[in-house]
């Protein structure tokens, strides 16, 4: 059975960064490139194998590696689950991180680092695939920390910069605000489930009453954890700035994988959630206020990179909003969607800023349709797919949430549909101001202006198409569709659609929402056009007034500086005072002390040696007698 | 032998511990090195007088024996002694041993 050597798929990524990492600097580009995209392919092809293999029979198997923790009653084995859900992140992980692998070979070809690039992405892919093919919390504990680790070191990978290894550090620590949250519902699971294996855990929890206090506290501090890796609201200020890192990094971690992580951890645990509705109104609610919030930004930034940036918090606010209202599949449809069409963003988006010679501001662009051919060309798919046309891949799985969001609460689906008509308005702005029009950059970048090699070009037309056919695996019933992807997944969420009061919409509403929405995106599409094309509206340069509201928007609601004031400033003052005060008195005046008792000691001893020989042979003769009295008595 | 017997063991130890003392004394109050030599060569001999004395006590050999190894000690220990006193005398041309004191600090 190919399940059986699934332990082979994080070990190939393992193997190139120990390779890379180690030998990297002795071995050309092309033969790291090679080995780096390599082992993601090989684990690709073994995805897509066992892929097969779980389709054909549809069951979850679990691989044991080793026994990993012994201590006491305590035990927890390094095992992987094979089932549905893993599977089809793997393809996720593997068929994405490929793509942007080939991509990073051309983008990162005039770099120095080139071999750690690709050394720091493979350990990532590694812990990525580590986290989903975990079959206890503790394993995929191991692996959230990992891409963490990871995400640090790639934001901060041009290191000379301060203020890339400030942002890396704001990952990295509000990360871990997060995880501590996780952790405190792991051990919480431990204490009341008294294991910490999926199955196990899920199998007595079904047996449970819903609403219970325990479930409750167990599913909010696991979400704490996922509001700190998917960035959402409070802990979702470090994406934005996680931008400093190259291109690829922003695609692959912050917009393919890593985020998407949170949504895997409570699409998994779903069975804890159902039982636990007030989480799920919470999940809903923070997911639906953070899609829109960080939509509201979107509309006023004016770096690439930090319109994308908003639009994958937003976008992973839907996916969470999908989550809290029961739509698990429809999240985990969106979570594969998203992955195409944003990481096809963000590899056209270093196209665009590779061909503009590093110039990110959106203002500095415009026309670059006719420079760039093949960019435009899939940047111009991806937006028509985000703002969810059909039958572009973002139509099927957000209108899947939409949907259900219909079903549980009207207010919520008309905020959803507000959100989505946002997403529209500002990634159509960012493609218009980007390739249409005139040209508004510098005559030298002009002059500079080249379509991307291959190896950038040809992963950005793969996404595309899997932009434009993704959407495919999850026709509704409406259409006559199978839903291919809600079949595949059932089992992961069988225990949650039993419990769940799953009343089901018409099919005469769900195709008039439907109607409604594609209608509002389309006029929304419209506005855009008459605004950034007809008009040739270009946002106003930094130093140009604007109107109080606008003005708050564009400095994102001058959420970090509120973090700085209630947080950063506080404790830096605390670390200030705790330093002068008992940093240098105490301890320095502690450790020192030894020090200089010894220097003393020493200089007294010191004394001894005189010099004279008449003293040395009476010192002798000390001693002898002394020896004698010990002797002697 | 009776004229050794007549004398009793402690004057014997009091001589010997006497000489010991006056030659410690010498080694640490003379400045010549030439003199403290011969102290040290006092200290000696009031050991070996002791040894013999109580070697006839006990009607033992082996504290005669022993002295004997002692004297073989000193006298090789006293070629030592004064080739290096001699070094030092030609390098500073003076036995006084208070010159001798660049090891200090």
Redesign the interface.
Known sequence: MLSNYVWLIPVFPLIGFLIIGLFGKNLSKGLVGIIGCGSIFLSLLLSAGIFFEVKAHHEAISVNLFDWISAGSFSVSFSFLVDPLSVLFLLIITGVGFLIHVYSVGYMHDDPAFARFFAHLNLFVFFMLLLVLGDNFLVMFVGWEGVGLCSYLLIGFWFKNTEYNKAANKAFIMNRVGDLGFILGIILIYITFGSVRYKEVFDVASSFPAGQTVMIAITLLLFVGATGKSAQIPLYTWLPDAMAGPTPVSALIHAATMVTAGIYMIARSNILYTLAPISMDIVAGVGLFTALFAATIGLFQNDIKKVLAYSTVSQLGYMFLGLGVGAYTGAVFHVMTHAFFKALLFLAAGSVIHAMSGEQDIRNMGGLRKYLPKTYLTFLIATIAIAGIPPFAGFFSKDEILAHAFEYNKFFWFLGVAGSLLTAFYMFRLYFLTFSGKFRGTHHQQEHLHESSKTMTIPLIILAGLSIIGGFAGIPEVFGGTHFLKDFLSPVFAASDFKMFSKHLSHSTELMLMGVTVLAVIATIYFAWMNFVKKQTVPPADSVAVNPVQKTIYHKYYVDELYAMIFTKPIDWLSGKLHKFIELKVIDSAVNFFGTAVNWTSAQARLIQTGYVGFYIFAMVIGIILILFYKLF | MSSIQSVHINLYILLSTVLFCIG?LG??FR?NAIIILMSVELMLNAVNLLLVAFSSYWNDAAGQVFVFFVMVVAAAEVAVGLAILITIYRNTKSTD??I??????
């Open positions: 410690v080694v640490l400045r041993i208070d001798l004191n660049k090891l200090k600090n």
